[in-house]
């Protein structure tokens, strides 16, 4: 059974960090390109960033350029959003997904004073 799951959100001041946790479980890991994509309250899905299988591209939204920072750890079957510099507009549901294909359930960031 594919399982992909989040981990690390929670309540966070403006200026803090947090960084979110993925692990998944079911597919070949190493073989796929993973992005990490949120969904703020009453919007839409929002692409964040991505990394490819074997850690050495990744990519970000304007949005968060500078401030978050992808990785992978392919002997752990893990993915990494390190956030810092956090504004209340990134308070959002992250999601992973794994080649668009496999998503997980997602972690709540709520970013406030």
């Known amino acids: 059974e594919v399982q992909l799951v989040e981990s690390g959100g929670g309540l966070v001041q403006p200026g803090g960090s947090l960084r979110l946790s993925c692990a998944a479980s079911?597919?070949?890991?190493?073989?796929?390109?993973m992005s990490w994509v949120r969904q703020a309250p009453g919007k839409g899905l929002e692409w964040v960033s991505y990394?490819?299988?074997?850690?050495?591209?990744?990519s970000y939204a304007d949005s968060v350029k500078g401030r978050f920072t992808i990785s992978r750890d392919n002997a752990k079957n893990t993915v990494y959003l390190q956030m810092n510099s956090l504004k209340p507009e990134d308070t959002a549901v992250y999601y992973c997904?794994?080649?668009?294909?496999?998503w997980g359930k997602g972690t709540l960031v709520t970013v406030s004073s």
């Open positions: 997904n794994a080649g668009m294909i496999y």
């Open positions: 079911g597919f070949t890991f190493s073989s796929y390109a």
């Open positions: 990394i490819n299988s074997g850690g050495g591209s990744t």
